[in-house]
């Protein structure tokens, strides 16, 4: 273990996971305007019809397969009885589906985003960033996928990769596992480290409001006037009569 | 009984002329910033017609409002929440640009540039989307006057519930003119589909606004309203929608539509109505039942009862007055004139309109008989079901009586001010042929033919008794919000970022961008786009008029010839 490693595996991580919370906590606080989609389903939508469910299903089991390979211990599938062939042939498949689904569809979107000239000239310079990490991301991930199903890979990720990454979660950070990974994880984990320190400032903020509660509120919503009428704050003096004190 | 106010608008057809003052003046308080170039607040259609965006009504189609599920119960038109959370990727049904149309300007720097030629520079049309050239194919009003007619017309929606033979009469005999906007929903399924409940209804007056700062842009709410008036501001991912311009209101001046309207035909009101009866009147299973299942849930704003309750309900005493001086509630429930938009989407609409008998009394003339006899016009009414049939699918799910009945009392109420003006006596029997009192026609007429501004708009205003900083009584600095000064641009993301700026000011600073920027069709930002219609004729944009030739000196020679060197016609050709 040397000083990059210590650079890489424990700096780095710290400085990204630190950039993406307090970043999103500013962003909300300063930019609840910006925090948007940005649907550009008005310009097109035959080619976002296939794209887009294709991507955002397969990531968000992407994203459900990360929880469960990173978060869960060796030991407790173990315990459990689930044998170490077993995980694997379930994560494979399971990851390359939904991976293969995602990049189809990431591939669609981005086919989209260069051809159709209105979505084209609404794509901003943070977008295309956003869209080159991103693609990295799912592209290296994926070959360590496909690496693992065809028997490539070297050392089990959960025995390293995982404990890492668990490993920065209770602050005892174990960098030296990170050095013995693969090179297809260790560029992963960088690329998905850089893609959490942009992430609070693309259109990627959508997923944290994910309308979970709409299935529980009341149909329609009914909100008292601002107190202050107009766009401006109400001049000192001039507050509404019992409005002085809410 | 919960009581709730409401404002509410109501439009007289016979009275619009389709000169479009009302759009092109909304146009400029409101959507006249990039992002919205496609959007009219309020528009003015053509009927029969496809409308804006093209063939809205459809609703098998576009799927907008509610409808009575199986089990009898009131169910948004596009399904259950969870089948529309699984659809938010891709929302199955939304209008595209070009339903509505794509968006452009003209190249008019070509005008000013052109080198001497044979041919006169023609300004070529140029996509507001992509900056390219295109070709202008559509557009929020391109069956204006029936233009297209009759191919464009066949797709009318609500001409196809028709039968075919009366189709062709109608169009070679009449049109007119529907205005439109936000119908400020008593059940506005905008607001149900909004996944982050960011369109809401305010308790006080009942308008429905999107909150910019809530919306997060999944777009769900275009589908839900089945008038098409969410507007998806496809520069900053938001949707934005008609505001029945609440900060005028809020003062008590009516909105800029009806401020500007040439035909004074619009009224502005409130009514009060019992918010407890809401979800069973809309639930009425009969669609032709909810004309009377809407007016079941108005409360009578005189009656004791209904004015202890409200103050009960917190509504101030002058918002009673209001109420019971509205004239909206006359049009709608005591000369029962005005009928509501489409009812049959179950949204129960406050914007209604007194449907146009002028079709009818000038067909009657045109074949020789005195249009304005009682017995001619009723006759007529019956007799030509044409429009009747028409006019039915757009206010009454249908049903023909209904209508009949009201342009029964527009034509008696013409035969009856006819012999009062004309110093003949009065004929009662007019007036009780249907089912009013001579007292109730005069009164009608009055408010239909001769009521000026304060009973046309009986506004009352929003309690914040707050003096200056009301936004039309400027007295206050137009810097003096949130985030300002240093507004006007975008916040530390680019373009969309950071609070939303308001759009008086927006406007400001659009226009002042515009008169100094140096290219017209295509400039690099997209907020200095020069758009002839935007020019409000003060200050010269630049280049809209040629800047005097250096080589001018040598035509008049250093001292000057002819016109003098002061003269403000040499040194400044501009107006
Ligand atoms: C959690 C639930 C999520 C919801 C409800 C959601 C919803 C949406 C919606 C409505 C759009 C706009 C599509 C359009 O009309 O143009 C969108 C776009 C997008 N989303 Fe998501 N999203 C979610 C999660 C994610 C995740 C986890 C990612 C990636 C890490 C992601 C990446 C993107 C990207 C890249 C676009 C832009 C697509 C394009 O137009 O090129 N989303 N999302
Ligand atoms: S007409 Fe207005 S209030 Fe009604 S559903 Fe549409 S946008 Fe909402
Ligand atoms: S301004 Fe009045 S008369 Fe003119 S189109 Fe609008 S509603 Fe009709």
């Known amino acids: ?246 | 009984m919960r009581v709730m106010a409401q404002m509410g608008m109501v439009m007289n057809l016979d009275k619009c002329i389709g000169c479009h003052t009302c759009s092109v003046t909304c146009k400029q308080a409101w959507t006249n910033r990039s992002g919205v170039e496609y959007v009219w607040f309020n528009n003015v259609e053509t009927r029969p017609g496809q409308g804006y965006p093209r063939t809205y009504e459809d609703q098998e189609k576009w799927r907008g409002g509610w409808q009575v599920g199986r089990n009898g119960r009131l169910q948004l038109r596009t399904g259950s929440r969870l089948k529309r959370l699984l659809q938010i990727f891709s929302s199955p049904v939304q209008p595209s640009i070009n339903d509505y149309y794509e968006p452009w300007t003209y190249d008019y720097e070509t005008l000013t540039n052109a080198p001497v030629q044979e041919h006169t520079p023609v300004a070529r049309p140029r996509s507001l989307l992509t900056n390219k050239p295109m070709n202008i194919e559509w557009s929020a009003n391109w069956d204006d006057n029936l233009g297209g007619a009759p191919e464009l017309t066949q797709d009318d929606p609500v001409l196809k519930k028709i039968s075919a033979e009366i189709k062709d009469k109608f169009e070679q005999t009449y049109m007119f003119y529907l205005p439109r906007i936000c119908e400020h929903c008593i059940n506005p399924s905008c607001a149900a589909s909004c996944p982050s409940g960011a369109i809401y209804k305010r308790e006080e007056d009942g308008i429905v606004l999107v909150d910019q700062d809530r919306c997060r842009g999944w777009r769900q709410c275009v589908t839900g309203c089945p008038y098409k008036k969410i507007y998806f501001n496809h520069r900053t991912g938001k949707a934005e929608k008609c505001t029945f311009c609440f900060p005028r209101v809020e003062v008590g001046i009516p909105t800029v539509c009806s401020e500007t309207c040439v035909g004074r035909l619009r009224y502005i009101g409130i009514v009060l109505y019992d918010a407890d009866k809401v979800l069973e009147a809309a639930s009425t299973p009969d669609d032709r039942d909810l004309y009377a299942a809407q007016r079941s849930i108005l409360l009578d704003p005189h009656d004791p009862e209904v004015i202890r309750a409200a103050e009960q309900a917190g509504i101030s005493r002058d918002w009673i007055e209001s109420a019971q001086r509205s004239p909206i509630y006359a049009l709608i429930n005591r000369f029962e004139v005005a009928l509501p938009l489409h009812p049959e989407y179950r949204t129960m609409p406050m914007v209604w309109y007194i449907p146009p008998l002028s079709p009818v009394v000038d067909a009657l003339t045109d074949t020789g008989h005195d249009g304005e006899d009682v017995g001619n016009i009723f006759g007529a009414i019956e007799s030509l079901r044409i429009p009747v049939e028409y006019l039915a699918e757009l206010f009454t799910a249908g049903d023909t009586n209904l209508v009949t009945g009201v342009l029964k009392k527009l034509g008696a109420m013409r035969s009856y001010m006819r012999d009062l003006n004309l110093g003949r006596p009065a004929d009662e029997s007019i007036a009780t042929a249907i089912g009013m009192t001579g007292r109730d026609i005069e009164d009608m007429h009055r408010l239909l033919g001769v009521a000026k501004y304060d009973e046309r708009y009986v506004i009352p205003l929003a309690h914040a008794e707050q003096g200056p900083g009301q936004e039309e009584f400027d007295s206050g600095c137009s810097l003096d919000y949130d985030e300002g000064p240093g507004m006007g641009g975008w916040g530390p993301f680019g373009e969309t970022s950071g609070g939303s700026t308001p759009i008086a000011v927006e406007n400001f600073h659009m226009l002042a961008a515009r008169q100094t920027a140096d290219t017209m069709a295509a400039p690099g930002s997209k907020d200095q786009r020069v758009n002839l219609l935007n020019w409000d004729g003060k200050g010269a944009p630049e280049g809209l008029f040629p800047s005097r030739p250096e080589d001018s000196e040598a035509l008049h020679g250093p001292d000057g010839g002819g016109v003098g060197d002061d003269s403000p016609a040499v040194r400044d050709p501009r107006p």
């Open chain 1, 1 to 246: 273990m040397n000083a990059l490693d210590i650079l890489l595996w424990v700096v780095v991580p710290y400085v990204s996971l630190a950039i993406f919370v307090v970043g999103h906590y500013w962003r909300y606080k300063y930019d609840k305007f910006g925090w948007t989609t940005r649907s550009s389903q008005l310009y097109e939508s035959r080619l976002l019809r296939w794209g887009s469910p294709l991507f955002h299903f397969g990531i968000l089991f992407v994203l459900l397969g990360h929880v469960a390979g990173l978060g869960i211990p060796k030991s407790w599938t173990n315990a459990v009885g689930l044998s170490e062939e077993g995980y694997h042939a379930m994560a494979v498949v399971t990851g390359a589906i939904a991976g293969f689904c995602t990049l189809v569809g990431l591939a669609i979107l981005i086919y989209r985003r260069r051809t159709v000239g209105p979505v084209f000239s609404a794509t901003t310079r943070n977008d295309k960033f956003m869209y080159v990490v991103l693609t990295a991301t799912i592209l290296f991930g994926l070959s360590n996928t496909v690496l693992g199903a065809l028997g490539q890979e070297g050392v089990d990720y959960r025995d390293t990769v995982s404990p890492w990454f668990r490993s920065i979660f209770y602050l005892q950070p174990r960098p030296e596992l990170m050095a013995e990974a693969g090179v297809g994880f260790r560029l992963h984990a960088l690329s998905a480290l850089l893609l959490f320190a942009i992430w609070p400032f693309t259109r990627l903020v959508h997923v944290f409001s994910a309308p979970l509660g709409y299935l529980t509120r009341p149909y329609i919503v009914y909100r008292s006037r601002d107190a202050q009428l107009g766009t401006r704050p109400v001049p000192r003096g001039w507050e509404r009569v019992g409005g002085g004190r809410r």
